[in-house]
Every structure is written in structure tokens, then in C-alpha cells.
Nanobody, 122 residues
Framework: VQLQASGGGLVQAGGSLRLSCAASGSFFSNYNIGWFRQAPGKEREFVSGISRIGTSTYYTDSVKGRFTISRDNAKNTVYLQMNSLKPEDTAVYYC????????????????WGQGTQVTVSS
């Protein structure tokens, strides 16, 4: 599975962005998917996750009510809609997939995309 993240950019605080993660390869719907982010000098942290058919979603507390994860298995794509962005959301955002249950630790994931930069100015 190869993953390509896109949609990052520079936005003012309070603005919105929608990240996409397109997957190539077979059996996309066999994977649970997570979004992570990593700010300079910080560890990679779990942001959101979605189950194989999208029936279950997960969010870290700091983004609940602002971010929405979704997926379109027909298009092999997962999305992260980010609203009410804050400067502390600034990071490189990564998508990743795993066959096991959604997990918060990066080491649980099998494949990673290359990351897309999100910068939120104050």
C-alpha cells in the first residue's frame, strides 16, 4: 500500500483545511486508518482514526469538535476536515494504515504516507 497525503498549506487561525490521503494498491478497505502529526522538536502524535468501513472514528481530545475524519473506500481515500484551526495545530500531518485495531502509537501502523505541512498563523 502506498499513501499520498495532500491538502496542507498556510492558513490563519480560525480557518479550515481538508487533508486527503489517497492510497494505491489493493484492499484499502481492509485497513484501519490513522492521521498523525509531528511538530518540530516533538514526538509524532495520534490525531484521528477511522475504522475499515468508517463506522467508528476516534479523535485526540485537542481536536474533538474541530476535526472530522471520513473515508471513501470506492476512491481509496481518507479525509481529515480541519476547522477552527489553531496555531498549535501547526505540524506535518501523516496518514497511516494498519490491519489491527486503531492505535495511538505510531509503531502499530504498517504503512505511512509522506506527510503534508499544515501551518496556522496567529
Amino acid at each position: 500500500v502506498q499513501l499520498q497525503a495532500s491538502g496542507g498549506g498556510l492558513v490563519q487561525a480560525g480557518g479550515s483545511l481538508r487533508l486527503s490521503c489517497a492510497a494505491s494498491g489493493s484492499f484499502f478497505s481492509n485497513y484501519n486508518i490513522g492521521w498523525f502529526r509531528q511538530a518540530p522538536g516533538k514526538e509524532r502524535e495520534f490525531v484521528s482514526g477511522i475504522s475499515r468501513i468508517g463506522t467508528s472514528t476516534y479523535y485526540t481530545d485537542s481536536v474533538k469538535g474541530r476535526f472530522t475524519i471520513s473515508r471513501d473506500n470506492a476512491k481509496n481515500t481518507v479525509y481529515l476536515q480541519m476547522n477552527s484551526l489553531k496555531p498549535e495545530d501547526t505540524a506535518v500531518y501523516y496518514c497511516a494504515v494498519l490491519r489491527g485495531d486503531i492505535a495511538g502509537r505510531p509503531t502499530a501502523y504498517d504503512y505511512w504516507g509522506q506527510g503534508t505541512q499544515v501551518t496556522v498563523s496567529s
